[in-house]
């Protein structure tokens, strides 16, 4: 079969490799778009995400849909449209035996922290443990589907945030996951929702999905002590400073981006005299459920997905990605 490798820094080609067979309890998927993640752009572009370094070609991808191609205990009909929750879960762990995103030794689709690297998606065919599959609503696109996994990022956000209905929330960072968590809190009844970015483009779309208000960083100050929640999607130390001064007095800020890891200067001032709370997230739970609806329900979701490309003019598809003034998510259509 055809897949997408990523086999070092700057290095993408179109690979064959050997098609995968289910075992019992797997199903095999034929991919219809995957979707490019950050964590997939620092891959290609550094030959790294983080500690995690390419060493073996990896196949990107996480955000998916296609339709089941072979389950072989007949239960899921071939032709069944589905996404995929990305995560293989780890160790139980006391205290913690309701999030299993948490476990340690765990894995995640087309990622090179395990060795060997755990695959991901951007291939014609994909082997994923049954439990992984989440079948859709005949009424939900399979290119609009593709973005369940990111808009489950920004829905469990709202989830340690303690929820979003009747509240001020500011979403920090309009790249593809913060216009999602916009879009999701403007449709779970937040009563007032400003998005921020330091470029002109993702704003635009940000007003396009119906946000109250937007507000270009570097050019435009931000509300002090204003917001009940704020979510962070950049992980960019001086946005975070910027959320925790843009939060009310006994308000929430979550951390949805994913900050470098090493000591950053961020001003903790407010968080002790506005006894804010600072929460962190990692990814999500099962919020990826909740995403699947909340797409079948609400078609302006789709806006989101501003390029396609075939696989073929995958790199293409990555340079586009890189530009967030001119894209939002860009997806790769797979054979």
Same mark, same amino acid.
């Given at each position: 079969?055809?897949?997408?490798?990523?086999?070092?820094?700057?290095e993408?080609?179109?690979?064959?490799v050997?098609?995968?067979v289910?075992?019992?309890?797997?199903v095999?998927?034929r991919?219809?778009?995957?979707?490019i993640?950050?964590?997939?752009?620092?891959?290609?572009?550094?030959?790294?995400?983080?500690?995690?370094?390419?060493?073996?070609?990896?196949?990107?991808?996480?955000?998916?849909s296609?339709?089941?191609?072979?389950?072989? *205990? /007949?239960?899921? %009909?071939s $032709?069944?449209?589905?996404?995929?929750?990305?995560? #293989?879960? !780890?160790?139980p +762990?006391?205290?913690?035996?309701?999030?299993?995103?948490?476990?340690?030794?765990?894995?995640?689709?087309?990622?090179?922290?395990?060795?060997?690297?755990?695959?991901?998606?951007?291939?014609?065919?994909l082997?994923?443990?049954?439990?992984?599959?989440?079948?859709?609503?005949?009424?939900?696109?399979?290119?609009r589907?593709?973005?369940a996994?990111?808009?489950a990022?920004?829905?469990?956000?709202?989830t340690?945030?303690?929820?979003?209905?009747?509240?001020?929330?500011l979403v *920090? /960072?309009?790249? %593809?996951? $913060?216009?999602l968590?916009?879009?999701?809190?403007? #449709?779970? !009844?937040?009563? +007032?929702?400003v998005?921020?970015?330091v470029?002109?483009?993702?704003?635009?779309?940000?007003?396009?999905?119906?946000?109250?208000?937007?507000?270009?960083?570097?050019?435009?100050e931000?509300?002090?002590?204003?917001?009940?929640?704020?979510?962070?999607?950049?992980?960019?130390?001086?946005?975070?400073?910027?959320?925790?001064?843009?939060?009310?007095?006994?308000?929430?800020?979550?951390?949805?981006g994913?900050?470098?890891?090493?000591?950053?200067?961020?001003?903790?001032?407010?968080?002790?005299?506005?006894?804010?709370?600072?929460?962190?997230?990692l990814?999500f739970n099962?919020?990826?459920?909740?995403?699947?609806?909340?797409?079948?329900?609400?078609p302006?979701?789709?806006?989101?997905?501003?390029?396609e490309?075939?696989?073929?003019?995958?790199?293409?598809a990555?340079?586009?990605?890189?530009?967030?003034?001119?894209?939002g998510?860009?997806?790769?259509?797979l054979w």
């Amino acid at each position: 079969m055809k897949a997408v490798a990523i086999q070092g820094k700057l290095e993408l080609a179109e690979v064959e490799v050997p098609t995968p067979v289910p075992r019992p309890g797997q199903v095999r998927l034929r991919i219809a778009y995957g979707g490019i993640c950050g964590s997939d752009l620092h891959y290609y572009h550094d030959g790294a995400n983080g500690e995690f370094v390419v060493r073996e070609p990896l196949v990107p991808g996480h955000e998916l849909s296609g339709r089941v191609d072979l389950d072989p *205990s /007949g239960e899921l %009909a071939s $032709g069944t449209p589905v996404t995929i929750h990305p995560a #293989t879960f !780890g160790t139980p +762990e006391p205290g913690i035996e309701d999030r299993p995103h948490l476990w340690p030794n765990g894995a995640y689709l087309g990622s090179a922290s395990t060795w060997p690297h755990t695959q991901g998606g951007m291939s014609e065919f994909l082997v994923v443990g049954k439990h992984m599959v989440r079948v859709l609503p005949p009424t939900l696109p399979l290119r609009r589907a593709a973005l369940a996994e990111p808009l489950a990022v920004g829905l469990h956000g709202m989830t340690i945030a303690g929820g979003v209905k009747g509240k001020r929330v500011l979403v *920090s /960072g309009s790249g %593809a996951i $913060g216009l999602l968590t916009a879009a999701a809190a403007l #449709t779970l !009844g937040a009563t +007032e929702v400003v998005s921020t970015d330091v470029l002109p483009g993702p704003l635009r779309r940000a007003r396009k999905l119906g946000v109250h208000d937007t507000i270009q960083v570097g050019a435009q100050e931000l509300p002090s002590a204003y917001f009940d929640v704020v979510l962070e999607c950049t992980g960019v130390p001086a946005a975070i400073t910027g959320a925790l001064d843009a939060a009310r007095r006994a308000g929430v800020v979550v951390l949805v981006g994913i900050p470098a890891d090493e000591a950053l200067p961020v001003n903790l001032s407010p968080l002790v005299s506005r006894e804010l709370q600072l929460r962190g997230t990692l990814r999500f739970n099962d919020e990826i459920d909740q995403a699947v609806v909340l797409l079948d329900t609400t078609p302006e979701f789709e806006q989101v997905i501003t390029h396609e490309f075939p696989a073929d003019q995958a790199v293409q598809a990555f340079a586009v990605a890189t530009d967030s003034d001119t894209s939002g998510k860009v997806l790769v259509s797979l054979w």
